[in-house]
């Protein structure tokens, strides 16, 4: 199963519909529930 779509995605973590979000005029799809926020360690 390597022919996938990018779009709808499942996560493959938590099973949550991937979201695409654009920034900087740049789209990227993330999970909005594994999205890890930023300086979180
Ligand atoms: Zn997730």
Do not use: K, W
């Amino acid at each position: 199963m390597h022919a996938y779509g990018q779009r709808d995605l499942p996560c493959a973590r938590c099973g949550t519909p991937i979201v695409r979000e654009s920034f900087m005029n740049r789209s990227s799809y993330s999970c909005p529930v594994c999205q890890r926020p930023p300086r979180s360690r």
